[in-house]
């Protein structure tokens, strides 16, 4: 059934306001879960667990689960209608698929990792719902039985191509191993064609928001240089050196002590320590010298939701553009 039509009746308007309740629910579930999952599932396979990730408080749902609650309650209206009267398994397994999604950015953008429980689980939900497809000949996910090998292939293989020129340009990895497995696990349920189209919702999505968040740096650092700038220019001129230095010296014939300095000429603090500025400089080298990460998992599972929900879209779309040729 087509999807507005479907909206339109009783059937569809209970499952639609079902699906925004199903959203809020789950969202809260999967916040519940990354707070009680083992610590070990978000480290990396040679670090030890934190105090914060021991406690059990990682992430609070006030904030941004509302936000995401909002985005889930969306995604399944969304798959709904795409997946309606007679699909229900596929919409089952797409529930499933999309939440774990939605775990998966959350643990990358708080930890910078990607659970491998959490992959497994998509590989194995992808799997399933691919073997059913091609067994009772529905043929909407795949039109034949190599398809989903295909996409795994594809998936990890153009992640590892991804991390192999990062390490031939910048000499450092390009891809955490973590998007590897997982866009493997996804190319499970994508399959052939379908792990490329979600390779350019996900890359299309991080350029992006590289972009966006490039440019919102650049205004903040260029207004912050402007405040500093203003607040010196309203500071009072600082007295000649010569003035000072007079001043010290009477000072010093009144009470017989002299200005402590240092060889160098700069003065010093009376416990001998050294400026404060040079600790400041430390720090700033420190920060120079380390380098950051952008985390991929978010782009590759706001792609795989994209690609769920607006599927009929896509590979419309794409037919469309094919047949100009």
Request: with cysteine; net charge negative.
């Amino acid at each position: 059934m087509q999807p507005l039509n479907y909206l339109q009746t009783t059937g569809g308007m209970i499952w639609t306001a079902a699906c925004v309740l199903l959203g809020f629910v789950l969202t809260a579930l999967a916040y519940l879960i990354i707070n009680r999952i083992p610590a070990k599932w978000l480290c990396d396979y040679n670090e030890e667990p934190s105090a914060e990730l021991l406690s059990g408080r990682r992430v609070k749902y006030v904030g941004w689960g509302i936000v995401l609650s909002i985005i889930a309650a969306v995604s399944l209206v969304l798959c709904r209608l795409q997946f309606n009267k007679g699909y229900d398994i596929y919409f089952a397994c797409f529930v499933l698929i999309i939440m774990i999604a939605l775990m998966i950015a959350v643990c990358d953008i708080k930890y910078t990792i990607i659970p491998d429980q959490f992959t497994i689980a998509i590989a194995v939900l992808g799997l399933m719902i691919s073997v059913y497809d091609i067994v009772r000949g529905y043929g909407i996910l795949h039109t034949s039985w190599w398809s989903p090998l295909a996409g795994a292939a594809i998936g990890a293989g153009g992640m590892l191509l991804v991390d192999f020129i990062g390490m031939l340009v910048y000499k450092k990895d390009g891809m955490g191993f973590g998007d590897v497995k997982l866009f493997g696990a996804i190319g499970l349920l994508t399959g052939f064609p379908g792990t490329l189209y979600t390779y350019a919702i996900a890359f299309v999505t991080a350029t992006v928001c590289f972009i966006v968040i490039m440019v919102l740096v650049r205004i903040l650092s260029s207004r912050a240089a402007k405040q500093a700038a203003q607040q010196e220019q309203a500071v009072p001129p600082v007295q000649d050196d010569r003035a000072e230095s007079v001043k010290e010296a009477a000072a010093s014939e009144d009470t017989g002590a002299s200005p402590a300095a240092s060889e160098d000429g700069t003065a010093e603090a009376e416990d001998g320590s050294a400026p404060a500025e040079s600790a400041e400089g430390t720090d700033e080298v420190a920060e120079d010298k380390g380098g950051s990460y952008l985390a991929f998992g978010p782009y590759i599972a706001i792609a795989l939701i994209c690609y769920i929900v607006f599927y009929d879209y896509i590979h419309h779309i794409v037919s469309l553009y094919l047949g100009l040729f």
